[in-house]
């Protein structure tokens, strides 16, 4: 419990301390793409070392928030972190990024940014379920064409999670 009680204590100064910071996390389509490239374009776009992934490793990261597979992957660096990135494709078509945070400090930096950059979130849920505590939040840009996921999860028992995730927003059919 008081392990928990200094992560949440650290995420809260990181958290203050982003809403003074410029934004700089990922914009337009997300970052040196646009949604619906193939994976050849991708990684000829690609300001990033992206390697293909192995089968193994598109089954591990199957995401219900993202269509298709996890077909590249690579790190991703900002000035003030590295994290593990997915890019996920559904019919040869870029769908989703999906974006590991190591820790809860870096978490509430990009928390703050998010929050910064877009407001109030669209979809907010908090709570906790046993040990552990949980947030959602969705930002909707339509300027730019992104729905962005931010999710953390924090358990007594040292179990964490920090997860960033951007999908393009679905256009609505036509209809009548």
Not at 32 to 37: L, S
Not at 60 to 70: E, K, M, S, T, V
Not at 82 to 96: E, H, I, Q, T
Not at 107 to 127: C, F, H, M, T, V
Request: glycine share 8%.
């Amino acid at each position: 419990m008081e392990r928990a009680s200094r992560l949440f204590a650290a995420a809260f100064r990181s958290f203050a301390l982003a809403a003074l910071l410029p934004v700089t996390v990922a914009r337009a389509d997300w970052q040196f793409t646009r949604w619906g490239q193939s994976p050849d374009e991708v990684l000829k776009s690609s300001k990033i070392a992206l390697s293909q992934s192995t089968p193994e490793d598109q089954a591990g990261h199957a995401i219900p928030l993202i269509r298709g597979a996890a077909l590249l992957n690579g790190i991703y660096a900002a000035p003030e972190f590295k994290a593990p990135v997915w890019l996920y494709f559904a019919d040869n078509k870029l769908s989703g990024v999906y974006l590991e945070i190591a820790d809860g400090e870096t978490a509430s930096l990009i928390g703050g940014r998010l929050s910064n950059q877009y407001g109030a979130p669209a979809e907010k849920n908090d709570g906790s379920q046993g040990d552990c505590k949980y947030s959602a939040k969705t930002w909707n840009d339509a300027d730019r064409g992104n729905r962005v996921h931010f999710s953390w999860d924090v358990c007594d028992s040292g179990f964490h999670n920090f997860v960033l995730i951007y999908t393009p927003i679905e256009q609505p059919d036509s209809g009548l």
